[in-house]
C-alpha cells in the first residue's frame, strides 16, 4: 500500500469516529472528501484553537490529542477549565441560532489535530445525505433536553445539588480535568449560600473523594459522582 493510501485511510478512519459522522458509508465520506474542502489542523501545545467570543465560522473537530477549554463567567471571578479528547465536536451547537461565537476557549493540551469545515461547507455536508443530518438533530435535540432537565430535577435545593447541577451543565460529554478557579464570595453568590455552608460542604464532598479544593480552586475528582448527587 502506497503512503497516500495509508494517508487517505488513516484519514477516513479519523472520520469515521467523529460523532456526527457515525453511520455514514465509506463511499459518502469518500466522495465529500473529494468535493468539500476538509482542513486538518495541527496546533502545537498551549496554542489557542480559538477564544470566547469568536466567531463560530466553522464546525471543528479534534481528531487527535486533546483541547483544555476555559469558560469565564462574565461577571463574576469564577472560570471553568475541562478537557475534551478525540473525537469530539466543539461547541456545534453554536453554528446556528441566536448566538453564533464560540462560549469559551480552546487551547491545546500538547499536540492536537483539529479538522475544520466551513458553516456553508457543512450545510451542504448535512443537506447531502440524512445520516448527517439526523446526527446533528440529535445532538442539538440532546443538548437542548438536558438544559430543560437540569432545573427539572431539583430536589431539595442544596449546595450541593446546586455545585452539581452547575457542573453537569458546563461540562461536556465525556470532559476530564474539570476544576473551578473562582473567589469565594463569587462562588457562593453563584451557588446562592453563606461562606460558612460553601466550606461545610466542600468539605463533605472532598471526605467522599469526589473533589479536592482550597480557597481558590476545586478540582473534580469524581466527576459521575457528583453528577450523580442530583439523582439521589
Known amino acids: 500500500m502506497s503512503l497516500l493510501a495509508v494517508a487517505m485511510n488513516s484519514m477516513y478512519q479519523q472520520l469515521m469516529q467523529l460523532p456526527l459522522f457515525q453511520g455514514v458509508g465509506t463511499d459518502k465520506i469518500t466522495a465529500l472528501v473529494e468535493k468539500l474542502p476538509f482542513h486538518f489542523l495541527k496546533y502545537r501545545n498551549g496554542e489557542q484553537v480559538f477564544a470566547a467570543g469568536d466567531p463560530c465560522s466553522h464546525i471543528k473537530f479534534v481528531v487527535s ?39 469559551y476557549t480552546a487551547i491545546s493540551n500538547g499536540s492536537c489535530g483539529i479538522l475544520q469545515l466551513r458553516k456553508s461547507d457543512y450545510i451542504k455536508m448535512i443537506t447531502s445525505d440524512k445520516v448527517f443530518l439526523f446526527n446533528i ?70 471526605d467522599q473523594d469526589i473533589l479536592e479544593y482550597d480557597s481558590n480552586e476545586l478540582q473534580v475528582l469524581d466527576l459521575q459522582g457528583l453528577l450523580n448527587m442530583n439523582n439521589k
Request: with cysteine; glycine share 6%.
Open 65 to 103: 490529542g486533546k483541547v483544555r477549554l476555559e469558560t469565564t463567567f462574565p461577571h463574576l471571578r469564577i472560570t471553568m477549565q475541562q478537557t475534551v479528547g478525540n473525537p469530539h465536536v466543539l461547541a456545534a451547537e453554536y453554528l446556528f441560532g441566536r448566538e453564533t461565537v464560540y462560549p
Open 137 to 206: 438533530l440529535n445532538y442539538l435535540s440532546s443538548g437542548s433536553q438536558r438544559s430543560v432537565q437540569l432545573p427539572l430535577a431539583v430536589k431539595d435545593g442544596s449546595v450541593t445539588e446546586h455545585l452539581a447541577m452547575l457542573v453537569d451543565a458546563m461540562t461536556i460529554s465525556g470532559a476530564t480535568d474539570v476544576c473551578l478557579h473562582y473567589k469565594q464570595k463569587d462562588l457562593c453568590t453563584l451557588l446562592g449560600t453563606q461562606r460558612t455552608t460553601l466550606v461545610s460542604t466542600l468539605d463533605k464532598l472532598a
